[in-house]
């Protein structure tokens, strides 16, 4: 029988490693892709789901299952992210007085990805490789809480009302930040989403 | 419903995540509204598109260095205040035990102490006493008893009158 989160952060608090090593191992990959989509550098998302998954620890002894694991667990990540791109933002306008960030730099990461080959076709993978920057400068373009939204919305597939405790928001506060977020990438993506709409 | 209201359940609708009975309502809304249906298609377009960016792998040191922080950490975090949190038979008995001491300390320092009379205080003091003697010199029964050992050394130490 397959044990709930909840269950294995209370094992956690028992002194049970095991279930701390399956709790990383259910989570590591949301929580990197997360992070990943929401500061835009790959180390530093590794960085911070270690930090996530490092605060989980330390917090075991006084954890209480008064909430959804994902919530919590997803705050966590949600507030370092949101720290991360507020520092990196400073530093960014610090150093674009010198040396303006191009959108191909921020992309860098990208072709470390593990994206896996499935059109032999060069060309057909160059278009596919720049709509996927396209709709990746979308999100980015998004103010830091409506990307968070539509990240843990879309990807996380969580409720409305866990994304508004972790957000710290009302449910109707957050369905109109997605609502406006949506408009966003509906703008941003017109070329692309006509394209779409026509299939 | 209204347009307004078509703002806060779209997403919902896109998504597949309305009841039964918001799903109709908004449905038969999309059959009069040709701006809000125009916006649905939309946003199911945009939706599709976020679902083609890829996921990506963790790397693989990536465990291994969750491992090493974890480590790295202390065994327990638990101070003597959470051992207190999850004993308190002995957190009852160490707070009576300091609230006695507290007590004790506290009688202790407020007990009445001796007080030192200066010369002024101890010859108020002393004036029943002197009162009594003046009695007892002039109580006339008194004069007829014998004189005591010490009136004669008392005597004797003095000169003889003559």
């Known amino acids: 029988m397959v044990r709930t989160d909840v269950q294995l952060m209370l094992d956690v608090k028992a002194g049970d490693g095991n279930s701390f090593e399956l709790l990383l191992q259910r989570y590591r990959t949301p929580l990197v892709n997360f992070l990943y989509r929401m500061v835009r550098n790959r180390e530093q998302a590794e960085d911070l789901a270690q930090e996530v998954f490092l605060r989980v620890y330390r917090a075991r002894e006084d954890y209480v299952p008064s909430a959804k694991f994902t919530t919590w667990l997803f705050r966590i990540a949600t507030n370092l992210a949101l720290n991360s791109v507020r520092d990196n933002r400073y530093q960014k306008l610090e150093v ?4 303006p960030v191009s ?32 709709i990746r400068h979308a999100i980015d373009k998004l103010p830091e809480k409506q990307r968070a939204a539509v990240l843990l919305h879309k990807y996380e597939e969580l409720d409305y009302a866990e994304i508004a405790k972790i ?13 406006r977020a949506y408009e966003a990438l509906r703008v941003e993506l017109a070329p692309l989403v006509a394209q779409h709409a026509r299939h | ?38 916006r649905v298609n939309e946003f199911t377009a945009v939706s599709g598109l976020l679902d083609e960016l890829p996921l990506i792998e963790p790397s693989p040191e990536f465990d291994t260095r969750v491992h090493a922080r974890v480590a790295a950490e202390p065994e327990s975090n638990a101070s003597w205040w959470a051992w207190m949190h999850f004993s308190p038979r002995i957190a009852f008995a160490a707070s009576m035990l300091l609230v006695m001491t507290l ?27 002197l009162e009594d003697h003046d009695v007892l010199q002039n109580f006339e029964p008194l004069k007829d ?7 004669d050394d008392a005597d004797a130490q003095q000169p003889q009158r003559m």
């Open chain 1, 103 to 134: 959108v191909d730099a921020e992309d860098g990461d990208e072709r470390t990805m593990d994206v896996p080959e499935k059109h032999p076709n060069i060309e057909q993978h160059l278009v596919e490789d720049a709509r996927r920057k396209m």
């Open chain 1, 167 to 179: 957000l710290n928001c009302s449910e109707s506060a957050l369905k109109s930040l997605l609502f």
């Open chain 1, 96 to 99: 674009s007085i010198d040396a």
């Open chain 2, 103 to 129: 007590w004790l300390g506290y009688r202790t320092g407020t007990s009445p102490t001796p007080n030192i009379p200066n010369d002024d205080q101890a010859m108020m003091q002393d004036l029943p006493v």
């Open chain 2, 145 to 151: 008893l014998p004189p005591g050992p010490e009136d």
């Open chain 2, 1 to 38: 419903m209204s347009c307004e209201r078509m703002e806060s359940r779209i997403l919902g609708y896109v998504d597949g995540r309305l009841k039964e009975s918001e799903r109709l309502e908004l449905e038969k809304h999309l059959t009069e509204c040709a701006p809000c249906c125009l």
